[in-house]
């Protein structure tokens, strides 16, 4: 298991106390959640995945904080839970959380229901992955290996109701909500004075995990583009605290750096298929872009690949090249060609 970096203060420029609590969500992966002081009630930013160690991370992080930095400030004194987006390493550990804690939760609608309807998300996003992988090229039971490494499992989870409803630019007791799509369709950032809480949707090392808008709307390369310029115009930010790595003090030049990758990753997706005798899957082309992703990495680089090669096909760049199959075929398999 990674070790865990220690528990550390940040102060934003309308005074509020930002303490970063690591915690392990996966066996390779940790996060960071935010316990916010002075901006209305004792708030937490994101839960964890709640799998393994991840919710007594979280726990002894706010230990630390009430015996090293004399905050009283125990887990029953949270009043209020913000999720920045749905995926199950930000929202996993709440329903371990809310034994602790009656606190309000907040999230985007279009996440929602990561909380209101855990069962329904995890049948219809299995559902969807299946007929993407399909799409993409792989045979059933490549398909059903890889979708049992994602770990779509319906878990009998209580239903929670979102007390609070966050929509974009709502500004609630010091805290300024971005709507930030792309990544995940309700990913929020949160601008606390000059600091932003940016989650999944800049980190510092890592270009974020894309998703193809066929499994889940409103997310995709396009989406994250626009949403990426939309927090480039923010006035004011001096750093960035996101849910994984560390902290980005040259927020702008991360943006920039992140956009010059995709430029190279969709130049280096057109230069495969052009150099193919023959129009290509998803799959084929996933396979030489990630020759070396094995497992649940190589369910990330096909959905990474699928999200490219929409955004070049909507653009007209990369069109389809099997017509009559996709006419006549039930969920056929797609194939592109440059222009």
Known sequence: MPTLPAVKQ??????????????????????????????????????????????????????????????????????????????????????????VTQADVAIHPLDCRAITAPDERAAVGKRRMLDFLKRAGLLPEESAQLVEQIGYRRRGRERIPAAIEITDERELEGLKFIHTPGHSPGHVCIAVGDVLLSADHILARTIPQLWPESLMPYTGLGHYLESLDKVRRIDGLNLALAGHEPVIHDLCGRIETIRASHERRLDRLLDIVRKSCRPLSISEISRTMYSTKRGFDAVLALTDVGARVEYLHQRGRLPAANLDEIETEENPVGRYCVV
């Open 10 to 99: 940040f102060v934003s420029s309308n005074a509020v106390r930002i303490y970063r609590i690591p915690c392990r969500v996966f066996e390779h992966l940790t996060a960071r959640v935010y316990l916010l002081l002075g901006a209305g009630p004792p708030t937490l930013v994101d839960t964890g995945s709640g799998s393994g160690e991840s919710t007594r991370d979280i726990l002894a992080g706010l230990e630390t904080v009430r015996t090293e930095f004399g905050e009283p400030v125990r887990p029953g004194d949270l009043r209020r839970i913000i999720i920045t987006h749905g995926h199950v390493d930000h929202v996993g550990g709440l329903w371990e959380l809310r034994q």
